[in-house]
């Protein structure tokens, strides 16, 4: 059984950077494509940005490109989400996922995703 753990959220002030880190344990990191995604008060759970198995390819929206870094260690089976220049509006549940499709396509829709963590509160202040 594959298990995802997130850490490092935390509460920052606007224009600060936080590093969220996604320990992987039990399957075959290394052929996941990863992906983080977010969840604020009310609203959808929404992608924020993919990172295929080889870290060759990956994917941003549109509301953090240029700000985060998504990256991966496969000998650590861990992921990284980087994340600079924090707004108010980056506050949500970030959440960890995994893609266990061997297929080399990104999905932006939570629903592809078969492994999840628990979530990482990270709050930015104004």
């Known amino acids: 059984q594959v298990q995802l753990v997130e850490s490092g959220g935390g509460l920052v002030q606007t224009g600060d950077s936080l590093r969220l880190s996604c320990a992987v344990s039990g399957g075959t990191f290394s052929y996941h494509y990863m992906g983080w995604f977010r969840q604020a008060p009310g609203k959808e759970r929404e992608f924020v940005t993919a990172?295929?198995?080889?870290?060759?390819?990956?994917y941003y929206a549109d509301s953090v490109k240029g700000r985060f870094t998504i990256s991966r260690d496969n000998a650590r089976g861990t992921v990284y989400l980087q994340m600079n220049s924090l707004k108010p509006e980056d506050t949500a549940v970030y959440y960890c996922a995994a893609d266990r499709r061997t297929d080399g396509s990104v999905s932006y829709s939570w629903g592809t995703y078969d492994y999840w963590g628990q979530g990482t509160q990270v709050t930015v202040s104004s």
């Open positions: 990172i295929s198995w080889s870290a060759g390819r990956t």
